[in-house]
T-cell receptor, first 112, second 114 residues
Framework: GENVEQHPSTLSVQEGDSAVIKCTYS??????FPWYKQELGKRPQLIID?????GEKKDQRIAVTLNKTAKHFSLHITETQPEDSAVYFC???????????FGKGTMLLVSP | ETGVTQSPTHLIKTRGQQVTLRCSSQ?????VSWYQQALGQGPQFIFQ???????GRGNFPPRFSGLQFPNYSSELNVNALELDDSALYLC?????????????FGPGTRLLVL
């Protein structure tokens, strides 16, 4: 089955800096890659997703890049703010399968 | 916030007991997926229900079972509870039978097994 590795497990940045979280996946047939943000005690919320027919997607301060050859994808957050502090999860799936396989998460701490 | 709701919010059980968790999907969604999230880990897929039929199952034993009702709400049942079943149980609703559609998570039920 699919295996998703996520790094780093924790990331501390100063407000205004950029943050990058990286994930690798094992199943070359995976073609959908969402990112979820989970604040303490709250539900995971989708922040951005990318499908394998594109290499990059951007939404304001958040961007995701995908390298299908290397089987890795990354989340980029620019101009970080304290409210970006949360646990971020990457996930992967492929057409015809009902499973979303998640990484173990990255705790992002943005200090003022 | 999404329109997905779960009940109860918290639950304490003892080993060997049985538990039923409930999930109401977002309006217009016909698919419910269940995940187990242990402390400090990512959600792990338990199973998915699409139009009242099981549509995929993760690596969980048969004592984890579920069903989906005609209104697309869903239940997760766990029999013979074990200490390791202590976790946050999340349901997510979506439209369509696969994960390619965006999954919207409920707030979760935190289960503690003593």
């Amino acid at each position: 089955g699919e295996n998703v590795e996520q790094h780093p497990s924790t990331l501390s940045v100063q407000e205004g800096d950029s943050a990058v979280i990286k994930c690798t996946y094992s199943d070359s047939a995976s073609n959908y890659f969402p990112w979820y943000k989970q604040e303490l005690g709250k539900r995971p919320q989708l922040i951005i997703d990318i499908r394998s027919n594109v290499g990059e997607k951007k939404d304001q301060r958040i961007a995701v890049t995908l390298n299908k050859t290397a089987k890795h994808f990354s989340l980029h957050i620019t101009e970080t703010q304290p409210e970006d502090s949360a646990v971020y999860f990457c996930a992967a799936s492929r057409s015809g399968y009902s499973t979303l396989t998640f990484g173990k998460g990255t705790m992002l701490l943005v200090s003022p | 916030e999404t329109g997905v709701t779960q009940s109860p919010t918290h639950l304490i059980k003892t080993r060997g007991q049985q538990v039923t968790l409930r999930c109401s999907s977002q309006s217009g969604h016909n698919t419910v997926s269940w995940y187990q999230q242990a402390l400090g880990q990512g959600p792990q897929f338990i199973f998915q229900y699409y139009r009242e039929e099981e549509n995929g199952r993760g690596n969980f034993p048969p004592r984890f079972s579920g069903l989906q009702f005609p209104n697309y709400s869903s239940e997760l049942n766990v029999n013979a509870l074990e200490l390791d079943d202590s976790a946050l149980y999340l349901c997510a609703s979506s439209s369509g039978g696969g994960p390619q559609e965006t999954q919207y998570f409920g707030p979760g039920t935190r289960l503690l097994v003593l």
